[in-house]
């Protein structure tokens, strides 16, 4: 592997969206070969990073870094390669290709500039995951947080502008916690690059580990924002059901990069090694913000009265659960955690896209997610007008939709609850078995409450499927693209091949794990051998 | 001066926080870009506050020491770019926000009737 194919995932799509700003809007068939041609080949780069950090590691696991400008660690920016992060672009990747065929069908009924934010959000979310620098951290997550702020308006409309608002604020305020944050780390240690800092931590005078401590906590803090831990996580919901189908599905992944770097800076920052001052701090405020998370989204997830806010729940409950798995700081539980992460990520994006496709009705600037009926008996169907859709003569239409659309939703339903037959219950049982051995106290705790968040997923969605397919049949269905529903299947097979072929990816995920649970080949190998720390 | 900069910050967080809290869209821009300079100060000042030191650019002989650290201006520049640049995107929601809803308020809709 070439060292520069590194930092592709980030220039890819930075070239490929400028490129699309400047052909415009009214070529949409150049743009949108553009944007098929440059998520094909993020695949294709991710593909062989994962291979490359995968074969790197036989006993001593590797990290490969890529010096911008080439200078040393210590003074210049790093990016940094390791199974985790490769992990997190291959799906990503995936992810974008997937929901692709989906933003272009129906492209006449959308507003402007939709591929271009996908891709500055694309090169937002590879650069988040590679860098190697809190403060370029910051700026990957400004770039994608910029882009998501256009892409959640996208379609405009009263709903969406209010929702937007809500979001934007709550991410610009969380932005300057960041730099609060991160400039409070830099005012004691010297240093933002995140293996210097690591090396730092155990050595810092008690006298400033107070404020390094204070530092690291709003840095945690802007992340649970975005990870939508409990009490911060209130415009989760209403954003994700406000959005587009196309743009929710790639907001799922949007959570998991607050998790990621949680994960990454938890292990790296405070694993072990720093020291007994400083190890595992803030894991508890993560456990405990993980169990009332997900108290909070199986709350919500029996109240939600439509289908894009019980995505959001659901959202919400797999954020709270990997929060608390990787508070525990268990290799065997990181593992099961990353499996997880795949899985409700392409599982929660499928839905997204099924919750679109019952409720679209050709109109895009009506409520976009379905409605289901309120508890009251007497309750009158008020939005059967709105399904009762115009059809589209030109579409080209599947004959069965509601077969077809019926087994998706089922097929998600089986994977967000985690039951036997898909990869959704693997992924789940391979977190839940070693979390009984976690010598933490919450661990129980969390243990239950996933199991029993399992069960209200079930109850939720039983009870949205059976409204939705059963209980009127009189309702008709929008006709569905084939593009549309390419998408979904193509998510769902994913996580059907994923059931098929268990034994390499976990071996690969248990790898990860105990990679990055030994932080210190990851120092050694992003900071110059030749230098030692003042 | 470290005293008169940490008034000063303090001073425009406690507003900001207060405007951000007010549910007038106008308001609550005005908070964030509060705090945003508030930020921008503390970035600034996390290098350590001292006068009549040279830039990186000037050749000094002697002390590394004698510099102003560069660091955190390169960080407060790259800080203060970004944040216009948001503040700009959601001064733009704030006016659709305006235009769809026929009100200024953060909900898009009045409590009194």
């Keep these: ?534 | 001066m470290e005293l008169v900069l940490a008034i000063a910050m303090g001073v425009l967080v406690a507003s900001g926080v207060w405007l951000l809290l007010r549910p007038r869209t106008f308001q609550v821009i005005i908070g964030l870009t509060l705090i945003s300079y508030a930020v921008n100060l503390f970035i600034f000042s996390i290098g350590g506050l001292r006068t009549g030191a040279d830039p990186v650019l000037h050749e000094v002989a002697g002390d590394i020491a004698q510099y102003a650290d560069p660091l955190p201006q390169a960080l407060v520049l790259t800080a203060i770019v970004i944040g216009f640049a948001t503040t700009a995107l959601f001064l733009v929601v704030l006016l659709a926000s305006r235009g769809l809803t026929g009100n200024d308020h953060v909900d898009g809709e009045d409590g009194t009737p």
């Design chain 1, 1 to 534: 592997m070439s060292i520069h194919l590194i930092i592709a995932p980030i220039v890819l799509p930075l070239l490929v969206a400028a490129l699309q700003l400047v052909i415009g809007e009214r070529r949409r068939r150049t743009v949108a070969t553009l944007s098929v041609v440059s998520c094909i080949a993020l695949v294709g780069v991710a593909v062989a990073l994962l291979l490359a950090a995968s074969q790197q590691g036989d006993g001593a696991a590797m990290t490969a870094v890529y010096r911008l400008g080439d200078w040393p660690a210590r003074f210049g920016i790093v990016l940094v390669l390791d199974r985790l992060s490769a992990l997190m672009l291959l799906l990503t990747a995936v992810l974008a290709l997937a929901v692709l065929p989906y933003a272009l069908a129906p492209w006449r009924h959308r507003g402007g500039h939709f591929q271009p934010l996908s891709q500055f959000l694309l090169m937002g979310l590879n650069g988040a995951f590679l860098t190697g620098d809190l403060f370029n951290l910051f700026v990957f997550f400004e770039v994608l947080l910029a882009a998501s702020y256009g892409l959640a308006l996208h379609g405009s409309g009263p709903r969406r502008v209010s929702a937007g608002l809500h979001y934007i604020a709550v991410n610009l305020t969380a932005s300057m916690l960041f730099l609060i944050g991160v400039s409070l780390i830099f005012g004691v240690t010297g240093t933002l690059n995140m293996a210097a800092l690591a090396e730092l931590i155990p050595r810092v005078p008690a006298r400033t580990r107070a404020l390094l401590h204070a530092g690291a906590a709003l840095l945690g803090v802007a992340f649970l924002v975005k990870a939508a831990m409990w009490p911060l996580g209130f415009w989760l919901p209403r954003t994700y059901a406000a959005s587009t189908p196309a743009v929710a599905a790639m907001f799922a992944l949007m959570t998991k990069v607050g998790i990621y770097v949680l994960l990454r800076l938890s292990l790296l920052l405070f694993g072990d090694g720093a020291g007994p001052a400083s190890s595992h701090f803030g894991s508890g405020w993560m456990l405990w913000g993980g169990v009332a998370t997900v108290a909070a989204g199986i709350v919500g997830l029996l109240g939600a009265r439509d289908l894009g806010k019980l995505a959001g729940y659901n959202v919400a409950i797999s954020a709270g659960t990997l929060l608390g798995a990787i508070a525990l700081h268990q290799a065997a539980v990181t593992a099961g955690a990353l499996a997880y992460l795949v899985i409700s990520t392409l599982g929660i994006g499928a839905f997204f896209l099924v919750a679109g496709l019952l409720a679209s009705d050709g109109d895009e600037d009506t409520d976009d997610t379905l409605s289901l009926e309120p508890y009251d008996p007497g309750g009158v169907d008020s939005r059967s007008d709105a399904l009762f859709a115009a059809e589209d003569e030109s579409r080209v239409v599947l004959s069965a939709p509601v077969a077809i659309l019926g087994v998706c939703f089922f097929a998600c339903a089986i994977l967000l609850a985690g039951l036997p037959p898909l990869s959704g219950f693997l992924a789940k049982f391979a977190m839940l078995a070693p979390m009984l051995d976690a010598p933490q106290p919450g661990a129980r705790v969390l243990f239950t409450l996933i199991v029993v968040a399992g069960f209200c997923t079930v109850i939720a969605l039983c009870r949205a499927g059976i409204q939705i397919f059963w209980a009127e049949p009189e309702r008709t269905f929008a006709q569905v693209r084939v593009g549309e529903i390419g998408s979904v299947l193509l998510l769902l097979g994913l996580c059907l091949l994923l059931t098929v072929m268990v034994e390499a990816p976990l071996h690969y995920l248990g790898d990860a794990a105990r990679q990055i649970h030994a932080p210190a080949s990851y120092i050694h190998d992003v900071l110059p051998a030749a230098q030692v720390a003042p």
